[in-house]
Every structure is written in C-alpha cells, then in structure tokens.
C-alpha cells in the first residue's frame, strides 16, 4: 500500500509539474535573444552608415581593428608587377610589416615570422604599438625568438586586410575597392611578396622562416621557393598537403558567409559588412582550433547561468539561443570577430590553404619546376653527434609508419629542395585542424628525401590545434634550441 501510493503521489507531483511549465510555455511569447543581438549590430552599422561624420576610407568594414593607424606598423609599397599562381601579375601591391630586434651589419641575422590566417603583423608589442602580440611571449630578449640576437619581421600576408593588399584594397586601375575582383591567390604568392620587401632591406639570406598553423605552410613554402635563402624553417602546426578535412571546416566557413545576404558577391564595402555570416564562420573556426576533451575540462555540460531564480519544483526551461556554457562561449567568440576582419579576405586566405599541396604531382600541374637544394653545410664532429642524437630520440618517439599514407613517396618527391636545410617540425596530439598525421607525414618525407637534420616533436595536452599558443615552455624550448 506504501509503495503504490508513493506512486500516484510522484505521478500527480510530475503532472502537476508538467502542466504548469507547459501552461507558462505557452503564456510567453518565444524570445530569442542570439537573433536579436544580430539584427541591433546591423542597427549599430546603419547607424554608423549615416552619420556625417564617418569616414569610409579609414574605417571600412571592420572598424575596431582592420584599419589600425598607418603609424603602428610600416608599408612597404612594390611598384613593379608580381606574378602570380592562378591569375595573371599583380600590378603593384602593399606589404604592412613590424620588426623586432636590430639587423646586424652582414644581414644574416634575420628571422621571417609568419601568420596564421586570421593575424596582422602585430607579433609582440612595439614602440610605435604598445598592445600585445599575438606571440608576445615568444619574442624579446632572452625568449625563443631572441630580439638580442635576432632581428625580426612579420608581415601581414597579401590577400589580407591589416595593411597588405587585399580584397578590401583600392583597384589602382579602376580607383574602387578589389571586392572579389582580386585574383585568387597562393601561399607561393604569399611568400613571393614576402620575398620582395627582404629584397628591399638587402637580405640575401634568412637565418630562419618561422611559423605556425598557416605560418607553417608558409615556412615550408618559403623553404621550397628559396632553398638558397633560407637557413633554417620551423613548422609548428601547420601541414605540407592540406587534408580533405580541414578543407571541408573552411569550405564550410566560407559557405555561410557567401550566403549573407549582405556579402553581395564580394561587393559590400560602401554598405553593410556580412557580419553575421562572419560571426557564423568565426564560431565554426573556433570549434576547428580545440579539442573535445578541453571543452569536456573547462565546460562540461553546464548551463549558463539564469537572470532570475527558479522554481526548483520543475526542470529549468531550455533555450534556443546560447544555453550550454559552451554555446556561450562560441557566441562571445563570434561576436567578437564578426567586425574584426574582412570576409573577402577570410575567403580568399582560406582558399589559398586549401590549395596547398607540395606533393610532386601538384606542384609540376602549377607549372611549379623544384629548384635545386643548395650544397649542405660541412657538419663538426660535436653538430654530427648532436644531430645522430636527435635522430635516434626522434625515432624512439616517433618510428617510420608501418603503413605510410599512399601520398608520402609523392610528398618526399616535392620537398626535394628542402633535402639539405634543418627543419623543426612541431605537432600536437589532440590537433583536429591539422592533424598530427600531417606533421608526421611532413617529418617522415623529408627523412625520404634524405635530410638528416629533421626535428620532430608531437605536444601533448588538450588543447587542438592553439596548444602552440599556450604551451609556451615547450614550444620556446624546442625553437630555442633548434636555433640556437
């Protein structure tokens, strides 16, 4: 009698329940605050659109950061014609560069540093650029990238919109913006308009080309180009061959931006931004840059916090919008890129990595002919010891494949050039974006081609493809040893 009882009682407590959250449901009008907050930027943005007083040209569509000061960083302004991959020369082009450190009197003290996608030439703070960096804690004196002995320059990359020329740029010929009128551009172009401002300052040869994520390729890319003028190449979570899938996360960015309406086909600079696309994009980006297991440590599944208390008698209500911590946090991250960069250049950039592919076969459909790798340096007893150790550790932590990706004799084919330079080579475990096979991938090629002076390292820790960002101790204590 006790036990049926409690039942019906349990029974008309949960209905009971049931009823009023169903009842209180239907009382209120649905409210969904993450679309709301898009319609009132696009208010903020009209509103902006129509005062007097704004200025087009130095604003553009992302006002908070794109068209930081011509004071903050140099220009250096190409006149004559760079050819490109895809697309006939382009006539003229604006490099937007910071230095750290002093060039020494032979030159030969110079560090290229290489962007991610997203990132301008702001590396560390400067004199004319007090903020922070976005690798602060690599450069200075005594870190990683030793501005006591160093002398280093990060460019933002062509196609961007942080000072290069970019889609957001004005067309010398027609006197209006690029829009998507700009040519569809390569990492090789990156790295060839690079090329063009070290030609500039007289650098004959780079000490070392540095770089993560796209700053990877890059390093790689410039190593390939240049094997003559190029000492040393770091690649820290970046990739030889762009993988399907992480082509698949960037087609997938792209997409929604395109469907903006305000994208216009690249066309909107004297109107709206597609700012929610944009935020769309960023949030999908973010997603790629960690892992589950970190969001499994700093989120869990817990819910955010409510405005006003409940009634403990009945299950919380769920939301549509952002209600799981997470989805908080991906919204905040969204919303605080969507006016930051410049689509047009989110897609092109984005696309230029897709097309990354050093295997053999890739390279000779470009038109691309490896050049020749420059005579090894004579190695000291004490460098021969040091490199066999590093070989034999390397092997320990990292044997050859038992079944090797069926690309690795056509990558090993097109690294050719990079046979005789020293290579560091970072990866991490728990990347998801580019995946520690593509550093495996890259180490072992390059072991294929012959190169005796590859360093490979995989980083452990939870957190995807950004662990080079937060592992400072690790990350700066294989650079600094490897170029030291």
């Known amino acids: 009698m006790a036990t049926q009882y409690l039942r019906k009682s349990l ?16 009382s209120t009008t649905p409210s969904f605050p993450c679309v709301d907050a898009h319609a009132a930027r696009e208010s903020r943005l009209l509103s902006a659109n129509q005062s007097p007083d704004k200025d087009t040209a130095s604003s553009g569509p992302e006002p908070p950061y794109a068209r930081p000061s011509p004071t903050s960083y140099h220009t250096y302004k190409h006149k004559s014609p760079l050819p490109l991959t895809y697309a006939p020369p382009l006539s003229e082009f604006d490099i937007a560069y910071e230095t750290w450190g002093k060039l020494s009197p032979n030159k030969d003290n110079v560090i290229l540093l290489h962007t991610g996608l997203s990132a301008s030439s702001h590396a560390a703070s400067t004199e004319l650029n007090r903020t922070e960096g976005w690798w602060e804690k690599f450069i200075g004196p005594g870190k990683a990238l030793d501005t006591d002995q160093f ?22 010929t027609t006197g209006s913006y690029f829009g998507t009128h700009f040519p569809i551009i390569s990492i090789f172009d990156m790295i060839r308009a690079q090329f063009c401002l070290l030609d500039h300052f007289g650098i004959k040869k780079l000490y070392a080309s540095v770089g993560s994520s796209m700053g990877g ?15 040393k190449i770091v690649s820290i979570s970046g990739t030889a061959r762009t993988s399907p899938s992480s082509i698949a996360l960037r087609f997938a960015q792209r997409a929604v931006l395109m ?21 769309l994009a960023r949030q999908i980006a973010t997603i790629t840059y960690r892992s589950g297991p970190e969001w499994d440590q700093r989120f869990g599944r817990k819910f955010r916090p409510l405005p006003e208390p409940q009634d403990p008698t009945i299950p919380r209500p769920p939301a549509l919008c952002p209600d799981f911590l997470i989805e908080t946090y991906l919204d ?32 000779l459909s470009l038109g691309l002919v490896p050049p020749l790798a420059p005579a090894p340096a004579p190695l000291d007893s004490t460098n021969a010891q040091e490199t066999g150790v590093l070989q034999a550790s390397n092997s320990k932590s990292h044997p050859p494949p038992p079944n090797q990706a069926p690309h690795l004799p056509e990558l090993a ?9 020293p290579i560091l080579v970072l990866g991490v475990q728990s990347d998801i974006l580019f995946t520690v096979d593509q550093q495996r991938d890259v180490a072992d090629a390059l072991r ?4 005796a002076e590859v360093r490979y390292y995989e980083l452990g820790g939870v957190w995807g493809h950004d662990t080079f960002l937060l592992d400072v101790q690790n990350v700066g204590g294989a650079m600094r040893g490897f170029l030291s």
């Open 11 to 26: 029974f008309a407590f949960s209905t009971r329940s049931l009823a009023h959250g169903y009842a209180r449901t239907l």
């Open 332 to 363: 905040y991250q969204g919303e605080q890129f969507c006016l930051k960069y410049d689509a047009n250049s989110l897609i092109y950039i984005s696309k230029a990595m897709d097309l990354f592919d050093l295997t053999e076969p890739a390279l």
């Open 259 to 279: 469907a903006d309406p305000n994208w216009k086909n690249g066309f909107y600079y004297d109107s709206l931004p597609p700012h929610t696309g944009m935020k």
């Open 448 to 451: 294929m081609t012959g190169n």
């Open 151 to 172: 002398f280093i320059i990060c460019t933002n990359v062509l196609g961007g919109c942080y000072g290069s020329t970019g889609p957001s740029s004005i067309n010398p």
């Open 217 to 231: 390729m890059q390093s790689l890319a410039a190593g390939w180009l240049y094997p003559d003028r190029v000492g």
């Open 413 to 421: 084919a097109g690294l050719a050039p990079l046979a005789k330079t």
